[in-house]
């Protein structure tokens, strides 16, 4: 085994927030060990994808047979360890998205690894791997140590800075590898439209909870996100009426986001959606119970009916625009 640091990423997200905050832990881990960091990028990589990477990391490996065109949990899996296998590092990273959440227990197993979901901190003691994550619904910090190698760890990325660019560019090689035969086929591809700003790497963002009532309420938040070059979420139970699609939940089972204000309107506050917003830099809130969790944990809040002011904070933000 060795020091290495070995991070995992999928080819279709490109070096995007998530990679980049992946690379962010990874080196940061791999320096603390006295290693190096490589990347492995499974999936058919644009160039500027694996340019991107080679800048931070000390070496790539890219496994873009026809078989990983497209992503299957089988034989992403099945790289991913191959690759895994031949470096033995000490620690194996992936992001908050997907594939990470899906196949770090799977990876752990294969490689007889600790597995950890959910990493916010990552640091070395006396040899041995810790990391930090919330619990409690975000109200204390659980830190564990992990025993077996390598550890296996999906991080939340957004919260690590980008790494920093190393000099000259990691060699890249292409990896072939023995794929299994997958169990499963894509018979259907449904791209959902993407409205307005993307909620994943919004500076600005306004969610919606169950409390505005119905789905015209979020034309309004619509509105108030244009004004703001803001992104727009809500609750799950806001999704789960069919008032928004799906990705626009936030929380432990939706997107976990970390932008620098986040605006939750009509929203409680319950611990599952406060998993997603732990990492906002401000939280405010408009809610129309004062005893509403979600006022204590923000920063400013307003306690009112979201109606008298939603339409007065557009017109006054328009005002100061022109
Ligand atoms: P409610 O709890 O119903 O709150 C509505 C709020 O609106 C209230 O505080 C009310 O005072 C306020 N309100 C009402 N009318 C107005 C008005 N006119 N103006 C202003 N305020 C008003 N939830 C998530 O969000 N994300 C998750 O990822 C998630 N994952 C979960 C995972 C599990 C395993 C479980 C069990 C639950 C999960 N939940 C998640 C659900 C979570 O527990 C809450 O049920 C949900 O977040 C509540 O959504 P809400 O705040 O919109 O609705």
């Given at each position: 085994m060795s020091n290495d640091v070995v991070i995992c990423l999928s080819a279709s997200s490109g070096y995007d927030r998530v990679a980049q905050g992946v690379a962010g832990a990874g080196r940061e881990l791999a320096d603390e060990l006295g290693g190096s960091l490589c990347a492995v990028i499974v999936g058919a990589a644009a160039d500027e994808t694996v340019s991107g990477v080679a800048a931070v990391a000390d070496a790539v490996i890219v496994a873009d047979q026809p078989e990983l065109a497209d992503y299957q949990t089988e034989s992403y899996l099945a790289a991913f360890e191959q690759t895994c296998r031949q470096l033995e590092p000490a620690a194996v990273l992936l992001g908050s998205d997907t594939v990470g959440l899906e196949l770090t227990p799977r990876l752990a197993a294969r490689l007889g690894g600790s597995p950890m979901s959910d990493g916010t901190g990552l640091r070395v003691v006396d040899g041995a791997i810790r990391v930090t994550r919330s619990a409690y619904g975000g109200k204390a910090e659980a830190v564990f140590e992990?025993?077996?190698?390598?550890?296996?760890v999906w991080v939340r990325a957004r919260g690590f800075e980008p790494a920093p660019p190393t000099g000259d560019g990691a060699a890249v090689e292409r990896a072939a590898l023995e794929l299994p035969v997958a169990a499963t086929r894509i018979v259907e591809r449904h791209v959902e439209e993407q409205e307005g700003i993307p909620l994943d790497d919004a500076r600005l963002v306004v969610g919606g909870g169950r409390g505005l009532g119905g789905a015209e309420p979020f034309d309004d938040l619509r509105s108030l996100a244009a004004v703001m070059k803001a992104a727009v979420g809500a609750s799950r139970s806001a999704c789960d009426e069919g008032w928004v699609p799906p990705s626009y939940q936030i929380g432990q089972t939706g997107k976990k986001i970390a932008p620098e204000l986040y605006l939750a309107v009509a929203i409680s506050g319950a611990a599952q959606h406060m998993l997603g917003v732990s990492d906002a830099k401000a939280l405010c809130a408009i809610n129309?119970?004062?005893?509403?969790?979600i006022f204590r944990n923000c920063h400013f809040g307003i306690v009112e009916d979201y109606r008298k002011v939603v339409p007065p904070l557009i017109e006054r933000l328009r005002e100061l625009k022109q």
């Open positions: 992990l025993k077996r190698s390598p550890a296996v129309t119970d004062p005893e509403a969790p």
